[in-house]
């Protein structure tokens, strides 16, 4: 008997501490909306943001891989699984971000009984995608990096949106027709904007090979250390192989991600002599309430930063 009190006590505390760890947590909204909200959960913080700017108000959304956290690896937490269960509408990335790897997205719709294609949808449909140099058979995820890709995701979400929630979908249009504009009219700024490089100055060095979307949209090649973050990063190889590049070019700066640790760009920045000048957003918006913590002002503030580092006399 006293075996039996003592595991209905164990059973006892760790509901009571799931519930607490619900109910408590600050850092992300929940996925529990007032009466009346679609309930959405997203993947990392681009998509959530990018929900938010379509739905509004008439939306409540959470997003899985807290800002700052690199989404290619994840492990999710009990509030994940949760809102995930309680959603009407998912969104991921796709193009083997949260899916490949350890598939942790795909565990998490299992878990939380969810099916793709019904209440789980990926954002980057309809991207023409690219494939990645070390292994040509897999996806680059990184397409939101392209403001034309990006303008594509606002479009798919606000299908999704619109087909969920029917009696708003004309207020979900409007919204997108309104976001889209902006976003295109930053795009072709950029595209003229970058015409004055030279074209020995269009390299783009960074860590993350995440710019491969990016230099293609802008008339830049893109090279990196490492190809994705779940991969081996800052391997003598590496290294090498990136010096030969950027000996080959007359590029004056270096870039490194926030979603990133610096140490690899800063020992290429002291062989080389060149300046990391900025960091770059990749994989997660900033923190709210600083530069970068819209998609809108991530692009803009990596679109600006990369002129003007590569500008550098």
Known sequence: MRRFWLTLLSVTVMIAGVALFLTTRTDRPHAESPTGKLRVVTTNSILEDMVQQVGKDKVGVYSIVARGTDPHEYE????????????????????????????WFTKLVDTSGKH?????????????????TTNPEEQDPHAWLD?????????????????????????????AAAYTNKLAALHEDAKAQFQDLPEDRRVLITSEGAFKYFGAAYDLTPA???ELNSESQGSPEQM??????????????????????????????????LPIHAQLFTDSLAK??????????MMKWNLEKIHEGLSKA
Not at 288 to 297: E, Q, V
């Open 76 to 103: 999710p937490r009990p509030a994940d699984i949760a809102a995930s269960a309680e959603a009407d509408v998912l969104f991921h990335n796709g193009l083997n971000l949260e899916t490949g790897g350890s598939g």
């Open 116 to 132: 793709f294609g019904q209440d789980v949808f990926a954002a980057s449909a309809g991207v023409r995608p690219r494939h990645l």
């Open 147 to 175: 403001l034309v890709n990006g303008i594509q995701y606002v479009r798919t979400i606000t299908d999704i949106l619109a087909e969920k929630d029917p009696q708003n979908a004309a207020f979900y249009q409007q919204n």
């Open 224 to 226: 990196y250390i490492w």
């Open 240 to 273: 090498k192989a990136v010096l030969v590049k950027i000996e080959k070019s007359n590029v004056r700066s270096l870039f490194v991600e926030t979603s990133v640790s610096p140490k690899s760009m800063t020992k290429i920045a002291q062989d080389t002599g």
């Open 288 to 297: 709210t309430g600083t530069n970068g913590d819209t998609y809108y002002d």
